[in-house]
């Protein structure tokens, strides 16, 4: 009796692939040997059928003994023979023909290490260049599966080894990037996807954990960045010394998707790599650079200025960054620290120092510096303070550094209700707080601000509190002035605990 596979016949092709969505019906199928026999249909398949069996194989390959009969049965090279039957290839044969390889791959290392060996990089190239995003997507789950677990961190370097893979993963964020940089359609939809199904396998998620294997946990930030410049400046090397004086829209796609990462899924990080922190921060000097100063943007978020949107994200980032902790391991190196010796907290205060006062301690100022700066767009110095807050919180040799430098003068300062951003006085007072967290040389400083220089008050006033000295310790200390409201956006303690804020709405 002829193998049913082997049947022409639309419906009972339709009756196979019926039959194997569901796990008792695979279970029969495979008894009945149909995936080698439908493999060994698809070269000849008449266009009408070829969809169908590809749908057949990629719901027979979801379970791992047919994943290994895939393999024996030769499938690789019957899904190859799919590429170059002549038939006109669309999309969604496209999809399904991913779809299979990335079922096959997620049973192991052995099958990873085949489907990377047969289709790696010609003919993922080939798929990547078509610039299709459905297309794209399927392939990110293929390319993020095979660089998973054992043997995976290869891989992941050979696909972003320049003249080999590093194109497809170019291809990809072209193909994904919106039109224009506030355009938010396509971001929307992968965020939406990201926040709705929390599995690595769906596939807009995989084009978040692929670029965060690359850029966020690997070395090839400063690489994929460069690349997808339109202008090439390069010297042919990814380290962090490098210049920019233009951006482009897919660069801060890049960026957003980046940040969404460490915001959304900050759980599957056990490493951010001092190259990504490194790299952000000379991002952001170079973005400062060419942003001119001297006006302000109206806008909070997205403009069509895209060094306005690198300033912006790469302070986002910078900020989860210094927020990010490795439960899993006290051993695990701390890219704050890459920061602070690269020069980050000096930075800030110098964007602080550099920016005229908050419009409340301006208006009560006797003078102002003509040389001072504003904000090159609204929440500018929010996000400066933000990354400040982030960076002080469990990390003395911040708190001393701030001391040191001179800081907490102009910390205090951010401590008030500024016109233009309503959130400032939340993440400065919190800044604070952090500052004085188990430093009683930072709390004596404050004391000493506060009876030499009694225009310092009304920053602590504001915040409800008052410094005073504990009666058993006889040491300075913070306290509330006054019974807060319920309301108060100072309230940052609940049942004894200081809660930790990484994150405020702007």
């Given at each position: 009796m002829e193998n049913p596979a082997a049947d022409?016949?639309?419906?009972?092709?339709?009756?196979?692939?019926?039959?194997?969505?569901?796990?008792?019906?695979?279970?029969?199928?495979?008894a009945e040997g149909i995936l080698p026999a439908v493999l060994r249909c698809l070269s000849s398949s008449p266009a009408l059928l070829l969809l169908p069996r590809l749908c057949i194989t990629v719901n027979l390959c979801c379970e791992r003994p047919n994943q290994d009969a895939f393999l024996e049965a030769g499938g690789l090279d019957r899904i190859a023979?799919?590429?170059?039957?002549?038939?006109?290839?669309?999309?969604?044969?496209?999809?399904?023909?991913?779809?299979?390889?990335?079922?096959?791959?997620s049973a192991g290392e052995a099958h990873?290490?085949?489907?990377?060996?047969?289709?790696?990089?010609?003919?993922?190239?080939?798929?990547?260049?078509?610039?299709?995003?459905?297309?794209?997507?399927?392939?990110?789950?293929?390319?993020?599966?095979?660089?998973?677990?054992?043997?995976?961190?290869?891989?992941?370097?050979?696909?972003?080894?320049?003249?080999?893979?590093l194109p497809i993963l170019l291809d990809i964020v072209n193909t994904m990037s919106p039109k224009s940089a506030k355009d938010n359609t396509t971001f929307n939809l992968v965020v939406y996807n990201f926040k709705?199904?929390?599995?690595?396998?769906?596939?807009?998620?995989?084009?978040?954990?692929?670029?965060?294997?690359?850029?966020?946990?690997?070395?090839?930030?400063?690489?994929?960045?460069?690349?997808?410049?339109?202008?090439?400046?390069?010297?042919?090397?990814?380290g962090a010394n490098f210049t920019y004086k233009l951006?482009?829209?897919?660069?801060?796609?890049?960026?957003?998707?980046?940040?969404?990462?460490?915001?959304?899924?900050?759980?599957?990080?056990?490493?951010?790599?001092?190259?990504?922190?490194?790299?952000?921060?000379?991002?952001?000097?170079?973005?400062?650079?060419?942003?001119?100063?001297?006006?302000?943007?109206?806008?909070?978020?997205?403009?069509?200025?895209?060094?306005?949107?690198?300033?912006?994200?790469?302070?986002?980032?910078?900020?989860?960054i210094c927020s990010w902790k490795d439960h899993s391991s006290s051993a695990s190196e701390d890219p704050a620290d890459s920061l602070l010796s690269a020069g980050l907290l000096q930075l800030l205060l110098r964007y602080l120092r550099e920016l005229e006062p908050p419009n409340i301690v301006k208006n009560h100022a006797m003078q102002t510096s003509t040389d001072s700066k504003v904000c090159p767009y609204k929440g500018f110095r929010r996000d400066v303070v933000s990354v400040l807050c982030n960076f002080l919180h469990g990390r003395k040799q911040v708190q001393d550094e701030i001391r040191k430098q001179d800081g907490i003068p102009l910390l205090l300062k951010q401590c008030v209700v500024d016109d233009c951003d309503q959130s400032l006085r939340q993440w400065g007072s919190l800044s604070i707080r952090y500052l004085?967290?188990?430093?009683?040389?930072?709390?004596?400083?404050?004391?000493?601000?506060?009876?030499?220089?009694?225009?310092?008050?009304?920053?602590?006033a504001r915040m409800g509190l008052r410094v005073e000295i504990d009666q058993e310790s006889q040491c300075p200390k913070m306290v509330k002035a006054y019974q807060e409201q319920e309301d108060d956006p100072c309230q940052y303690y609940a049942n004894g605990q200081l809660t930790y804020v990484t994150r405020l709405d702007s």
């Open positions: 022409d016949r639309l419906e009972v092709v339709l009756a196979l692939l019926d039959a194997s969505r569901s796990r008792h019906g695979r279970a029969r199928l495979a023979s799919v590429l170059l039957s002549g038939h006109q290839i669309s999309a969604e044969i496209l999809q399904a023909v991913l779809q299979v390889l990335g079922n096959v791959a990873k290490a085949a489907v990377w060996a047969r289709f790696f990089p010609i003919w993922f190239r080939e798929i990547a260049a078509m610039r299709n995003p459905a297309v794209c997507n399927s392939l990110c789950k293929v390319l993020n599966t095979c660089c998973s677990a054992t043997g995976g961190r290869r891989r992941l370097g050979e696909l972003c080894e320049e003249g080999r893979g709705s199904f929390k599995n690595c396998c769906h596939k807009e998620i995989c084009l978040y954990f692929l670029l965060g294997k690359a850029c966020i946990k690997d070395i090839y930030f400063n690489l994929v960045f460069q690349r997808l410049s339109s202008v090439n400046t390069l010297d042919g090397s990814f951006f482009t829209k897919e660069q801060v796609f890049l960026l957003r998707l980046l940040s969404y990462h460490l915001i959304a899924w900050p759980d599957v990080l056990d490493i951010i790599s001092s190259y990504f922190a490194l790299g952000v921060l000379q991002l952001l000097k170079e973005a400062y650079s060419v942003v001119d100063a001297s006006s302000q943007s109206i806008s909070a978020g997205l403009t069509d200025d895209l060094a306005i949107n690198v300033l912006w994200c790469s302070f986002y980032i910078l900020r989860d004085l967290e188990g430093n009683l040389e930072n709390q004596y400083k404050v004391a000493e601000l506060e009876q030499k220089e009694p225009v310092i008050t009304p920053e602590i």
